[in-house]
């Protein structure tokens, strides 16, 4: 049961980065995917959308940082690059 929303989560995540990428600044903020998440009405919370980017990242579908609370975001998610085919 638990499986089926982190990938329905980890979809609308991808659907996301896809949108916004590639981004002006060359960096998406996991703050910023949270926000467009919140704003399509999902339920969600910070800790959730950085599981699933920390999983994306393991599986070196992005590259990822995670600054420790005093990054540029809640949790400091960030999103430097994607594979090529990561939109495909």
């Known amino acids: 049961e638990e499986e089926s929303v982190n990938d329905d989560l980890r979809q609308k995540i991808l659907d996301i980065i896809c949108k916004e990428w590639p981004t002006p600044d060359g960096y998406l903020l996991g703050f910023d995917i949270y926000e467009r998440l ?3 009405g999902v339920e969600v919370t910070h800790d959730a959308v950085n599981t ?3 999983g ?6 992005i590259t990822l940082t995670l ?4 990054g540029p ?3 400091g998610a960030v999103i430097h ?6 939109c495909e």
């Open 73 to 75: 975001s809640p949790g």
């Open 67 to 70: 600054a420790a609370g005093d």
């Open 56 to 61: 994306l990242a393991t599986s070196g579908r």
């Open 81 to 86: 690059d994607i594979e090529d085919d990561l």
């Open 52 to 54: 699933v980017l920390s």
């Open 38 to 40: 919140r704003s399509q």
